[in-house]
T-cell receptor
Framework: KAGVTQTPRYLIKTRGQQVTLSCSPI?????VSWYQQTPGQGLQFLFE???????NKGNFPGRFSGRQFSNSRSEMNVSTLELGDSALYLC???????????????????FGPGTRLTVL | AQSVTQLGSHVSVSEGALVLLRCNYSSSVPPYLFWYVQYPNQGLQLLLKYTSAATLVKGINGFEAEFKKSETSFHLTKPSAHMSDAAEYFC??????????????FGKGTLLTVNP
């Protein structure tokens, strides 16, 4: 079974531009989460999508947005890029939540290789 | 809000020595805990997870972790380090948030160096 794929793997943009990153989850996984990884802040949760709906959002400005398509593929968009947006953006997929509450929290998240975004 | 503290941003061991990476969590409810490993220029790979079954959890590549509620700890160990274990290790706790929301809260990570 193919793993989580992310495209592109590397991206260079300049301040003020916008960028769209793509994530294809493992077949059968309907939940997709996005994380930002930087040396200073570590791994931070951006948002999670399930069945084309954003279910949870981290503490990031509105410039960061995302969506999920009917085939569970997800995209995240960052508008008006800033230097501080330079980071590794990781996508993770997990099985659809079959149980409420704790059962879902135990689901393993499978991570893609990430997209390295550099903002100049 | 849940949080994770990893003691030691950098741990260095000799090949064949015991590996001990420390993780303490803060949670108001019984947590689900995870250890992930990240090799250079790669994503995160799950080593093991605790989901309220056995307190001693065995994972891949010879790693294991013990959940200790009284100490709010979930330390990762491996009896004998191998050169291929050199990587960054992250402890994480699942956060159910409100309702059925779900996210992982990560520690800052521990870089493991294995010396020949």
């Amino acid at each position: 079974k193919a793993g989580v794929t992310q495209t592109p793997r590397y991206l260079i943009k300049t301040r003020g531009q916008q960028v769209t990153l793509s994530c294809s989850p493992i077949s059968g996984h309907r939940s997709v989460s996005w994380y930002q990884q930087t040396p200073g802040q570590g791994l931070q949760f951006l948002f999670e999508y399930f069945s084309e709906t954003q279910r949870n959002k981290g503490n990031f400005p509105g410039r960061f947005s995302g969506r999920q398509f009917s085939n569970s593929r997800s995209e995240m968009n960052v508008s008006t890029l800033e230097l501080g947006d330079s980071a590794l953006y990781l996508c993770a997929s997990s099985l659809s939540p079959g149980l409420a509450g704790g059962g879902r929290g135990a689901n393993e998240q499978f991570f893609g290789p990430g997209t390295r975004l550099t903002v100049l | 809000a849940q949080s994770v503290t990893q003691l030691g941003s950098h741990v260095s061991v000799s090949e064949g020595a015991l590996v001990l990476l420390r993780c303490n969590y803060s949670s108001s409810v019984p947590p689900y805990l995870f250890w992930y490993v990240q090799y250079p220029n790669q994503g995160l790979q799950l080593l093991l997870k605790y989901t309220s079954a056995a307190t001693l959890v065995k994972g891949i590549n010879g790693f294991e972790a013990e959940f200790k509620k009284s100490e709010t700890s979930f330390h990762l160990t491996k009896p004998s380090a191998h050169m291929s274990d050199a990587a960054e290790y992250f402890c994480a706790v699942s956060d159910l948030g409100g309702g059925s929301n779900y996210k992982l809260t990560f520690g800052k990570g521990t870089l493991l160096t294995v010396n020949p």
